[in-house]
């Protein structure tokens, strides 16, 4: 008996542990403990509606009070519920039929089982409140960023503990390529999404996303935080580069200016989170030619024919533009693209010896000329003059089939 009792006065000083541990509030506890004891006296006696359950968790105490209806000695049909008027008097001598009879309970006499029933029950209602609480903690913090530290090192992800011990997961696909962490570094990271398949809250954060780096400029920039200058769109190559189109509607401030700051000195502490990414922050303007021209600075543009239906863009400029224009391995032109919305073609103006690729649809097949104009190659040239390593990368597509393209464009030059 003492042993049953002393098992029963351990449960909840565990509970008084977890409690202190990951900050539960007295009445959420409380309402836990009270349903455990009641899922156990409900599963021993059918129901457990005629019982008051009292619990003290500070002090690591609890009672249980049965009530029962007083009903003749030769008229009890339901021992939980009636009690013999005999038995009741035993206790409370003036009592008459009719009358509740209330005693207590010595949960500790119910046995081994029904204490060990109530230590399954309450362990696996504390492990869906805990789950409970992860998943709502977390769900009001997506996009947001947070800082946690790391405890395990995969291949295909980053396990991270925040300051309560909770497990997060930063994904390798979501981490900059040139991130180089090591177990106990403190990481910041923005919370993708919470995943929560079969209420098992999966809590997936993120380096890569452009709301990671909003988040850091509305840090760094006390414009952008308090909403003087608003970030229309901004798209990433990780690592790389990224474009950043930013708006005011106050003319007094240079929005450009003032997320970049005296000498780069507001965006140098983001640059550095970001392993170096080149930021690029543009005006945004609605008129789409106009910003074009601005997402693909710093080459200079002669003429842009749009084509609004298929969201294409003709952009003539000079020959000695255009690498400026496509930027490294294809980086420029494909960020202008993802930031206007318009596939860019960029072609050389008064180069009369270049033929358009689409001139070669009938021996290279569309789907390749297409994938080459989506890195803004859109001339023989323009391919033949790329590296044809770069071309393969930024194209998705073979070598080989890179070096058939190569040799077909070179014949007809040849030719």
């Not at 007295?26 to 129901?47: G, H, P, Q």
């Not at 580069?241 to 509607?249: D, G, L, P, Q, S």
Request: net charge negative; with cysteine.
């Amino acid at each position: 008996m003492a042993r049953e009792k002393e098992e029963v006065m351990s449960m909840i000083d565990t509970f008084k542990e977890f409690k202190e541990l990951k900050n539960i509030d007295r009445s959420t506890m409380i309402s836990v403990l009270e349903d455990s004891f009641r899922s156990v006296l409900a599963k021993m006696f059918e129901t457990d509606e005629n019982f008051d359950i009292i619990i003290n968790p500070d002090k690591g105490d609890f009672e249980i009070w049965k009530n029962r209806q007083v009903v003749a000695d030769d008229e009890v049909k339901n021992q939980n519920l009636e009690v013999s008027l005999s038995e009741a008097r035993q206790t409370v001598e003036d009592i008459e039929v009719g009358e509740d009879f209330t005693e207590k309970v010595q949960f500790e006499k119910f046995g081994r089982r029904a204490i060990l029933n109530l230590r399954q029950t309450l362990a696996a209602k504390i492990l869906e409140l805990q789950k409970d609480i992860l998943y709502n903690k977390y769900k009001d913090q997506i996009g947001q960023i947070i800082s946690a530290e790391v405890y395990q090192i995969w291949k295909r992800e980053m396990l991270m503990v925040d300051e309560e011990g909770n497990e997060l997961s930063l994904p390798r696909t979501e981490q900059i390529p040139s991130d180089n962490f090591r177990k106990g570094d403190q990481v910041r990271a923005v919370v993708l999404r919470v995943d929560n398949a079969n209420n098992n809250p999966k809590i997936i954060l993120s380096r890569t996303a452009p709301v990671f780096l909003q988040r850091l400029m509305e840090r760094e920039i006390p414009e952008v935080a308090d909403g003087t200058i608003r970030i229309v769109k901004i798209v990433r190559l990780p690592g790389e580069r990224a474009k950043i189109a930013v708006e005011t509607n106050d003319d007094r401030i240079d929005p450009v200016g003032a997320c970049v700051g005296v000498k780069g000195g507001r965006i140098h502490s983001i640059v550095r989170e970001l392993r170096g990414e080149n930021l690029d922050v543009i005006p945004y303007t609605g008129n789409t030619q106009l910003f074009i021209q601005r997402a693909l600075a710093p080459a200079s543009i002669s003429m842009i024919n749009l084509h609004d239906e298929s969201k294409t863009a003709e952009v003539f400029m000079n020959p000695e533009q255009v690498s400026l224009a496509i930027g490294k391995n294809g980086a420029n032109i494909k960020l202008a693209s993802l930031l206007t919305g318009y596939t860019i073609d960029v072609y050389r103006e008064g180069d009369s010896d270049d033929i358009f690729l689409d001139d070669f649809s009938d021996v290279i097949e569309p789907w390749i000329i297409q994938s080459l104009k989506g890195i803004g190659l859109a001339t023989a040239k323009a391919v033949l003059e790329a590296d044809p390593q770069m071309v393969a990368d930024q194209a998705d597509l073979e070598d080989e089939t890179v070096a058939d393209v190569r040799s077909i464009l070179q014949k007809e030059f040849d030719q």
